[in-house]
């Protein structure tokens, strides 16, 4: 299983921004995908969750202010709003199915004021 995640940039405070991972690779039965962020000297924090059927969950830092969804071709997206410098961070997705956890590289996130 390989993982693309994809999408961040610079941004303003206040602005939008969808980062995207696709999942490639051999995939079986039910399964999460998740978004996690981690920002210089703190530890990487889970920002949402999809399984299989559609539920969700979110981290308490970003509730309110982050969707994510499942779209076609296995790509998870992640939309983030009303972006603050605290949303500064490099942004991961993760799979996870059979007890085993793939990761994708990373996309970087800047918030400017």
């Known amino acids: 299983v390989q993982l693309q995640a994809s999408g961040g940039g610079l941004v303003q405070a206040g602005g939008s921004l969808r980062l995207s991972c696709v999942v490639s690779g051999r995939m079986i039965g039910g399964n999460v995908v998740a978004w996690y962020r981690q920002s210089p000297g703190y530890q990487r924090e889970l920002v949402a969750s999809?399984?299989?059927?559609?539920?969700t969950t979110y981290g308490d830092s970003v509730k309110g202010g982050a969707t994510i969804s499942r779209g076609a071709k296995n790509t998870v997206y992640l939309r983030m709003n009303s972006l603050k410098e605290d949303d500064r961070a490099v942004y991961f997705c993760k799979f996870s199915q059979s007890g085993n956890d793939y990761w994708g590289q990373g996309t970087q996130v800047t918030v400017s004021s």
């Open positions: 999809i399984v299989t059927g559609g539920s």
